[in-house]
Nanobody
Framework: QVQLVESGGGSVQAGGSLRLSCAAS????????MGWFRQASGKEREFVAT????????YYADSVKGRFTISRDNANQTVYLQMNSLKPDDTAVYYC?????????????????WGQGTQVTVSS
């Protein structure tokens, strides 16, 4: 089993920044990739960003490309999502997830482990 704990959410005005953290523990040797997803009220969960467990191959949703950066701290087994130039449309619960499979990086159904989620609210 793998446990994921997110932190760093909060409220910010449009144009501001937040950094989300996702600390992984347990059988992390089974993880191939990590992802961030978000779910706004009344909407389906959507892909935000992904990176391999070794910190390579970052990939982003078009809606966040150029504003968000995903990274990994190998020493602390933590994945980060730096979010800049935030917009009200970024308001959602953000989830960290881990997958064992090589494929399906943008598909939430391919992820095996999920964190509890952290709320991000961006006001105009």
């Amino acid at each position: 089993q793998v446990q994921l704990v997110e932190s760093g959410g909060g409220s910010v005005q449009a144009g501001g920044s937040l950094r989300l953290s996702c600390a992984a523990s347990g059988r992390t040797s089974s993880i191939f990739g990590m992802g961030w997803f978000r779910q706004a009220s009344g909407k389906e969960r959507e892909f935000v960003a992904t990176i391999t467990w070794t910190g390579t191959l970052p990939y982003y949703a078009d809606s966040v490309k150029g504003r968000f950066t995903i990274s990994r701290d190998n020493a602390n087994q933590t994945v980060y999502l730096q979010m800049n130039s935030l917009k009200p449309d970024d308001t959602a619960v953000y989830y960290c997830a881990a997958r064992r499979s090589l494929s399906g990086a943008t598909n939430p159904s391919r992820y095996d482990y999920w964190g509890q989620g952290t709320q991000v609210t961006v006001s105009s």
